[in-house]
């Protein structure tokens, strides 16, 4: 009886119907995260009044042929909007990209269904700077979270706010503390989640950006996926249309391997090097990730939400990998850091399975998402709407300008350990760096390190041969064309400043370098 009143007050979504009473009992999910759930409106605790004693008999006598998730919101037909952004995340290390190891089997099998944007770029190859982008379609030199630890300031307005005042049910789901609400980005969620005590991830204490965190900083994959699909089942006002974000962390800390974990592929005769088995364990980290979002869209499937719902899964950066002399990201901007996938499925609406190949940033989803659906607002978006584009109605442009953005600070103390001779350009991180991608050329800047890198990228896509002394005209046109993008989005009042020496001598003990 219990499962049946729940699915009878779900939300009021029975309310839709003309047959259920007024007074019919309903649960609502409290504002932060999936937990206890409360009453509404309040009655006697001897049971439930005769008007919902009735509706439960006839939710009896109907159960089986009742009306679908479609009839039942059929007075906000607007779509589902379900946003999964990965973590550290190289589109060339996704099958579903080409990569040789089946690393992403359902990310294939939405892309099958769908479209994938061939060359997505992240404004920065950090977490915080390119989620604030994500949500805000700025540049990281306008909403100045330049760095991880920065608080998204409330004078933005984020996608989730714009949902949610347009009548979305809003709920998050991340899985890092560097996206927690402290830092801003709950911005517009009814509901945010980043609650990673259930995780089964190492606890402790973390130090971070001159912080001590206590307890567990990173929640795994099927955790995050769990929080989820809870989510789903107690989100508040079911016959709204949802926006749900949820943030996957796992490829991030790549030198962790899932318990009890064996993905699809097997070590190859090379993995005792330790660039191989790091490279394994990495793509070990996708694969598992990819299992638990296979799992949250047929949960997705499972409640009929799927065949209404605009899916998209894009990732935040990528990882060094080695190929320019550092492991891991923020550092540097190339293709490794900054190129991310973007997949968007909406049966009936985006025909597929189509690939896209002009670029495109990720400051272009939040206008292209409303449009999409038919919300207004976000009159503040400085992104591009690619709907024309995703509906077949426009060509990609291959021109496309693409910039790029990074803010470094201090060196991590294992860049050293992790260097392989002949792959780095001889260039410290340090400072300020920007890059810009037109056609096929890109410009990479450093005016703190005074380093200027030019690459073609048809004939040079790894970025290992700079043309930048043998093309001087190219380069004066691009850098040109990129002071006029910096000094059109850098904010007046931005605080490009270092931490303290005491926050300094922190981040190198624990070999962060942002």
Known sequence: MRALYRQAGRGSRAAASPMAPACLWRYVAPMHGAGKRTRAPAHTRSGPPPCALFALI???L????GPDAAELRAADPRPNVLLVSLDTTRSDHLSVYGYERETSPHLMALASQGVRFDAAYAPSASTGPSHAS????LYPMTHRVIKNGRRLGDGFETLAEILRDSGYTTGGVVSSFVLSRRFGYDQGFEAFDDDFSRANVPSGTTLWEGREIEGKFWASADDTTRRAIEWLDDRR??????FLFVHYFDPHEHHLLPSGYRPPFEPGPKEALKL???IFRYDTQISFMDREIGRLLTALAERGLDRDSLIVVAGDHGEGLMQHGHMFHGAQ????DVRVPLILRWPGELAGPRVLVGPMELMDLAPTLLELIGVTGGEDLRGRS?????RGESKPEVERSIHLYRRHYAPRLDDEANREPGLTPGIEPKGEKFGLRVGHWKLIEGPDEGSLELYDLESDPGEHVDLAQREPERVETLRGMLAAWRSEHTHADLDVTGP???ERARLEALGYGE
Do not use: D, H, M
């Open 58 to 60: 006839s939710l009896v």
């Open 276 to 278: 191989n088995r790091q």
């Open 134 to 137: 994500l949500f805000t379609s």
């Open 62 to 65: 109907t159960i089986g042929c």
């Open 333 to 336: 901007i190339y293709e490794e």
């Open 500 to 502: 303290s020496e005491e």
């Open 237 to 242: 006002a079911a016959e709204r249309p949802f």
């Open 386 to 390: 690619l709907a024309k584009l995703l």
